[in-house]
């Protein structure tokens, strides 16, 4: 007994002797200033580069653990359509350790404001405020994000429901264009329905599991889009709901093939609670 007694001592004076708080601290703070810098820059391998093979991403309600190479893709894309305005701490992070030091927990509250192209050539500024968790692991002398744990407010979206909703109709095109099946997940309603002349209504799963595949089809090059254009818009407002008609020109290359089209498209689009999401599409083809 007092041979485990001694050992315990030992074990603990040596995790003690060897662990400097303010050291840790200052490392930890320099891995966090340069994911700023890897998002301004658009590097997206030096980022991908801290997470742990075992990563995990906890955000809107999904928990996800990418593998490198889908997280290379990933922010691949994210950078290659956004340009970062701001990545910033707006309180002090907390940084917080195991008792034995593997593990530091970062705490901070971030805006994040991105400006991403619309169509007709405009842009659109968007700004997000997150409270935000990281969880490093020190493996052997470096730290590696083991996994992200954030939570965030609505986009600031200019005043009023119409300016909101305008704003929301290219956002939406945006994302569409982009395939980007996390944001397009966000921007339909949970009982959204999607039609289109040659198929039967689909629902919001099997909606997002085609856009899956269509993001994979746009990272492996197999789809190209070359043009994609939305004009004649005209919004009828009905309460908290309004119908949004447009006509779509798309030039698109496919497997090798080049594909014209124009679409007469219908949705609906639904207030909830202060934030526009599209809950019914249906197209066809125009002359």
């Known amino acids: 007994m007092r041979n485990s007694y001694l050992a315990a001592l030992l074990f603990l004076f040596i995790a003690c002797g060897s662990f400097d708080r303010d050291t840790e601290v200052q490392r930890i703070m320099e891995l966090h200033q340069a994911q700023q810098d890897y998002h301004f820059n658009k590097d997206s391998k030096a980022l991908v580069d801290l997470l742990t093979p075992d990563f995990v991403s906890v955000s809107e309600g999904i928990v996800s653990e990418p593998a490198y190479q889908e997280s290379l893709d990933r922010f691949n894309r994210y950078f290659g359509s956004v340009r ?122 099997d909606w997002l599991n085609y856009m899956s595949s269509r993001e994979k089809s746009l990272a492996s090059g197999t789809l190209r889009i070359l043009e994609y254009q939305v004009t004649d818009r005209r919004i009828t407002y009905l309460d908290n709901t309004a119908v949004v008609n447009t006509r779509v020109y798309s030039d698109q290359v496919m497997n090798g093939r080049r594909r014209k089209a124009t679409f007469q498209v219908t949705q609906v689009w639904r207030d909830e609670r202060g934030i526009w999401k599209r809950a019914a599409f249906h197209d066809g083809r125009a002359n």
């Open 84 to 205: 970062f305005l701001k990545w910033d701490d707006l309180t002090k992070p907390v940084v917080k350790f195991s008792g034995d030091g593997s593990l530091a927990y970062v705490h901070t509250r971030k805006i994040v404001d991105i400006k991403y192209p619309v169509a007709g050539g405009d842009s659109l500024v968007e700004s997000t405020i997150f409270a935000w968790t990281s969880v490093y692991r020190k493996i052997k002398d470096d730290w590696k994000i083991e996994a992200i744990i954030s939570t965030n407010k609505p986009p600031n979206y200019p005043p009023g429901p119409r300016k909101r909703l305008e704003a929301r109709l290219e956002e939406f095109d945006a994302a569409f264009v982009a395939a980007d099946t996390k944001k397009l997940n966000q921007l339909v309603s949970a009982d959204y329905v999607h039609t289109n002349g040659s198929s039967p209504p689909i629902g919001k799963e």
